[in-house]
T-cell receptor, first 113, second 110 residues
Framework: GAGVSQSPSNKVTEKGKDVELRCDPI?????LYWYRQSLGQGLEFLIY????????KSGLPSDRFSAERTGGSVSTLTIQRTQQEDSAVYLC???????????FGEGSRLTVL | AQSVSQHNHHVILSEAASLELGCNYS??????LFWYVQYPGQHLQLLLK??????LVKGIKGFEAEFIKSKFSFNLRKPSVQWSDTAEYFC????????FGKGTRLHILP
């Protein structure tokens, strides 16, 4: 597809379960970002991948959160032992290396019961 | 530390009113500044950006923003808003790591 694709679009899980969120960036974009969007908090930076460099994980809120990017393309954000405060929309973006613009996916809405 | 502050959390205007949304940033590296918009039910999209050159930048849909280095500001403006401008607006700063503000919800009354 032409845009950033995220799946699932909606995920409802029970507290304590693990979840995986997937992001498929725009082909050719070497930079990939994960953000968390919750009411009143704007977009909270989580992690940033650039090519083969070590990712910038400075925004991950706890060690329950991790992310990987395989083959410089698809990325997976994993949340272990989910808590209710993890409920939010998780947004992925890839960046055009020439224009510098971020292109966002539709997001994955996570609800932890 | 890198940070972005948006002063107005919720703004309500009538159509044809002028708009200015405040954004102040703190960043020690190369300043790249952005405004993104999220219309109801849609994904975030770029309104405009500043990387270098003319500090007054023009974006889509009649929006513009001015980079004032001495004030660490990048305020968004539009001379006459329309009902279709109802959306949430986000200011962002960064070179590699891009940080967003908490957003401003703009509601335009018809």
């Amino acid at each position: 597809g032409a845009g950033v694709s995220q799946s699932p679009s909606n995920k409802v899980t029970e507290k304590g379960k693990d979840v995986e969120l997937r992001c498929d960036p725009i082909s050719g974009h070497t930079a990939l970002y994960w953000y968390r969007q919750s009411l009143g908090q704007g977009l909270e930076f989580l992690i940033y991948f650039q090519g083969n460099s070590a990712p910038d994980k400075s925004g991950l809120p706890s060690d329950r959160f991790s992310a990987e990017r395989t083959g410089g393309s698809v990325s997976t954000l994993t949340i272990q032992r989910t808590q209710q405060e993890d409920s939010a929309v998780y947004l992925c973006a890839s960046r055009d290396g020439i224009t510098g613009e971020l292109f966002f996916g539709e997001g994955s809405r996570l609800t932890v019961l | 530390a890198q940070s972005v502050s948006q002063h107005n959390h919720h703004v309500i205007l009538s159509e044809a009113a002028s708009l200015e949304l405040g954004c102040n940033y703190s960043y020690g590296g190369t300043v790249n500044l952005f405004w993104y918009v999220q219309y109801p039910g849609q994904h975030l999209q770029l309104l405009l950006k500043y990387f270098s050159g003319d500090p007054l930048v023009k974006g889509i849909k009649g929006f513009e923003a001015e980079f004032i280095k001495s004030k660490f500001s990048f305020n968004l403006r539009k001379p006459s808003v329309q009902w279709s401008d109802t959306a949430e607006y986000f200011c962002a700063v960064g070179d590699d790591k891009i940080i967003f503000g908490k957003g401003t919800r703009l509601h335009i009354l018809p």
